[in-house]
């Protein structure tokens, strides 16, 4: 599946490189909230597909936002596998840090607004879906059902020998990390040695957050059931995403190259921002809820 997605990546560079060339000015998208909630209102199957900005009027900090360092790094720099292999330490500290956060924030009323519509619409025999790039599970404590967690979650881990999954929310996860973290940028590394580190209750190797890294494919069958979404949706909303990532990055636009109608919730225009038919600027706690509203 990620073949195809990413085959779909290089047709849609040809299109939208062919459309330049050809001086084909695009249509603005439209900001007409009436005329949103008109499409809104016929749409049998609807895709939200969320990022780091849904969760910000939530306190967690979005990653190309100004909080989105941890001490020097970005997460691009240690959510690898390169660097977890050469310092777990460091990586570890960096999602305990993340979990002891999360584990203290709520939901907003971005998150409130897409369970409440997926309540509404399923009660009309209409379907919405959220496919979200987060790993913070406010959809969940939301109240959504129709999720597909793209990149996994921080309340999961993985053993590196045994492969062993388990759910774990506990704070800190392990005796070494208690107060460990700190996110400031003159904050001295813990240097954990690697046998204080979570181990796998089973076999007592070293596990890893149950995450989906740079560099790393997504699940193949939550890939495979997001592009199924995708193909049927009729309706697909983009929030609080920067749309660089892939390939996350490429869904929306997909759907717009069907000529199905995508609206975007954002602060600010993002790359895929001209592919999409609208684009709502402003705080998505604020602008979703009244485009939602029944
Ligand atoms: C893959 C989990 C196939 C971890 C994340 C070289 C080698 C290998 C791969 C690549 C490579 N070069 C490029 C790639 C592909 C790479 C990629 O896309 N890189 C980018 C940087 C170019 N992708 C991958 O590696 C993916 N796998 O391609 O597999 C493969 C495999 C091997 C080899 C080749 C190919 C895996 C990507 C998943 C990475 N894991 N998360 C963790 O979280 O710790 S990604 C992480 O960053 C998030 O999950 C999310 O996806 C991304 C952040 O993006 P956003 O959510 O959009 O957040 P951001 O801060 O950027 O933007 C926030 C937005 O909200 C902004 O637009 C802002 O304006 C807006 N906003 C802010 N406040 C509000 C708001 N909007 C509304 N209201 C507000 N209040
Ligand atoms: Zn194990």
Redesign the pocket.
């Given at each position: 599946m990620?073949f195809c997605v990413l085959g779909r990546r290089s047709n849609l560079f040809r299109r939208m490189a062919s459309s330049a060339a050809a001086g084909k000015v695009r249509e603005r998208p439209s900001s007409d909230m009436a005329a949103f909630k008109e499409v809104f209102g016929k749409a049998r199957h609807i895709v939200a597909l969320t990022?780091?900005?849904?969760s910000?009027?939530s306190g967690i900090p979005?990653?190309?936002?100004a909080g989105?360092l941890w001490r020097k790094y970005n997460?691009?720099d240690i959510?690898t596998p390169g660097a977890f292999l050469a310092n777990p330490s460091l990586v570890w500290e960096f999602y305990s840090y993340r979990r002891d956060l999360v584990l203290s924030k709520k939901p907003n009323p971005a998150h409130f607004a897409l369970a409440k519509a997926e309540a509404h619409l399923a009660s009309e025999g209409r379907r919405l879906v959220v496919i979200t790039?987060?790993?913070d599970e406010l959809h969940r404590d939301a109240g959504t059902k129709n999720l597909l967690e793209l990149?996994?979650t921080l309340f999961r881990t993985r053993c590196t020998s045994c492969g062993h999954i388990t759910e774990n929310r506990a704070s800190p996860i392990c005796p070494s990390l208690a107060g460990k973290g700190g996110p400031e940028p003159d904050t001295q590394d813990a240097r954990i040695p690697e046998g204080e580190l979570p181990r796998c209750a089973k076999c007592a190797g070293l596990l890893r957050p149950h995450?989906?890294?740079?560099?790393?494919?997504?699940d193949p069958d939550i890939l495979m059931a997001a592009q199924h979404e995708l193909d049927q949706c009729d309706l697909c909303l983009v929030i609080?995403?920067?749309?660089?990532?892939?390939?996350?990055?490429m869904f929306a636009p997909a759907v717009a190259d069907r000529g199905v109608p995508v609206a975007e919730?954002?602060?600010?225009s993002?790359p895929g921002t001209e592919n999409f038919g609208f684009h709502f600027e402003g705080?998505?706690?604020s602008t979703l809820p009244k485009a939602l509203a029944v």
């Amino acid at each position: 599946m990620a073949f195809c997605v990413l085959g779909r990546r290089s047709n849609l560079f040809r299109r939208m490189a062919s459309s330049a060339a050809a001086g084909k000015v695009r249509e603005r998208p439209s900001s007409d909230m009436a005329a949103f909630k008109e499409v809104f209102g016929k749409a049998r199957h609807i895709v939200a597909l969320t990022g780091a900005g849904i969760s910000a009027e939530s306190g967690i900090p979005t990653f190309r936002g100004a909080g989105g360092l941890w001490r020097k790094y970005n997460a691009q720099d240690i959510a690898t596998p390169g660097a977890f292999l050469a310092n777990p330490s460091l990586v570890w500290e960096f999602y305990s840090y993340r979990r002891d956060l999360v584990l203290s924030k709520k939901p907003n009323p971005a998150h409130f607004a897409l369970a409440k519509a997926e309540a509404h619409l399923a009660s009309e025999g209409r379907r919405l879906v959220v496919i979200t790039q987060n790993i913070d599970e406010l959809h969940r404590d939301a109240g959504t059902k129709n999720l597909l967690e793209l990149h996994g979650t921080l309340f999961r881990t993985r053993c590196t020998s045994c492969g062993h999954i388990t759910e774990n929310r506990a704070s800190p996860i392990c005796p070494s990390l208690a107060g460990k973290g700190g996110p400031e940028p003159d904050t001295q590394d813990a240097r954990i040695p690697e046998g204080e580190l979570p181990r796998c209750a089973k076999c007592a190797g070293l596990l890893r957050p149950h995450v989906v890294w740079f560099g790393e494919s997504l699940d193949p069958d939550i890939l495979m059931a997001a592009q199924h979404e995708l193909d049927q949706c009729d309706l697909c909303l983009v929030i609080g995403t920067s749309s660089v990532v892939y390939p996350a990055a490429m869904f929306a636009p997909a759907v717009a190259d069907r000529g199905v109608p995508v609206a975007e919730f954002n602060i600010e225009s993002t790359p895929g921002t001209e592919n999409f038919g609208f684009h709502f600027e402003g705080f998505c706690g604020s602008t979703l809820p009244k485009a939602l509203a029944v």
